[in-house]
């Protein structure tokens, strides 16, 4: 019986150093060899999916071999890349856009139930000039959070934003039932248990009879609403208005992108200027 193949060497090779960056164990060094589909999708000449299926089709071309593998090795500095002919540079800066995200449709890629996601919200917003990189949703926001949402081309900057060891603050708004007292807020502040976990030292402060303001600087699965709920506040509506410094200034189902400055200073990562 024929043994099954074994995926070549450099493949594996780039498999885990893929996983061990989306973890946020190694950055890559400028210059360092990268995947086909994701270099094309960063650098803006076409979305992943799209990029992937151009490879696959053979309208990829690089140092003049057709290359058919999206996740053939690749160097952003030194490859000859071609598409459909057509040489294409996949020099790239780091992107991020601020999303207003409306109540109603869920964070993540894949949508079965046929919701609604960010992405079809990112598409129907995006200027024509960003429709053609891959976008990363920085965290999540659950289905009917509504507020700022971040997405980024470079996955860098969604391993800094959303590792605990960061420490940007996330500023949400919920509206609660039951009684906001003063010992309620003491304990929100303090940390709470959760499920095997004591969330850190958070700010709380009550805004109107039945509104709280929390500041977390972690993002555990559904942690507001978790956190609020151990304290007998169940949450009606939640809203995320800042994240770091950067305070939502869009209205719902729009976006703007960041300048280099609002990034570095708000969101304290060093971008990669391109
Ligand atoms: N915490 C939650 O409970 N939900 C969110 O969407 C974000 C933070």
């Known amino acids: 019986m024929a043994r099954p193949k074994k995926p070549p060497r450099w493949l594996e090779a780039a498999r885990l150093r893929n996983e061990g960056a989306r973890a946020g164990q190694i950055s890559r060094p400028v ?17 992943l999916r799209d990029a992937e299926e151009a490879i696959r089709a053979g ?25 459909d002919g057509k040489r294409v540079s996949l020099t790239w800066r780091t992107r991020v856009l601020m999303l207003h995200k409306p109540a109603g449709v869920v964070t993540h890629g894949s949508d079965p139930e046929g919701i609604g996601t960010v992405f079809d919200v990112l598409l129907a917003a995006l ?22 949402l971040l997405f980024t081309n470079d996955e860098r ?13 996330k500023r949400y708004v919920a509206r609660v039932s039951g009684v906001i007292t003063d010992q309620k807020l003491a304990t929100l502040r303090a940390g709470i248990k ?14 109107a009879e039945d509104v709280v303001e929390l500041i977390i600087t ?37 976006l703007r992108e960041l300048s280099d400055t609002e990034i570095q200073t708000h969101l304290r990562f060093e971008v990669r200027a391109g």
């Open 127 to 148: 200027p024509f000039e960003l429709q053609r990189f891959g976008w990363h949703a920085v965290g999540r926001l659950d289905r009917d959070t509504t507020g700022l």
């Open 157 to 169: 900057f969604v391993a800094h934003a959303t590792q605990p060891e960061t420490h940007l603050p």
């Open 31 to 47: 210059g360092w060899g990268d995947w086909l589909s994701r270099s094309l999708a960063r650098a803006g000449v076409l979305p």
């Open 194 to 207: 959760l499920d095997g976990f004591t969330t850190r030292p958070a700010k709380a402060q009550r805004r």
């Open 218 to 254: 972690e993002g555990k699965y559904h942690q507001v609403k978790r956190m609020l709920g151990e304290v007998g506040l169940p949450t009606l509506a939640l809203h995320r208005e800042a994240v770091g410094g950067l305070e939502l200034d869009v209205a719902e189902r729009t």
């Open 59 to 83: 309208r990829v071309v690089v140092d003049s071999r057709e290359v058919t593998e999206p996740l053939a090795p690749v160097s952003v500095e030194k490859s000859v890349v071609k598409l």
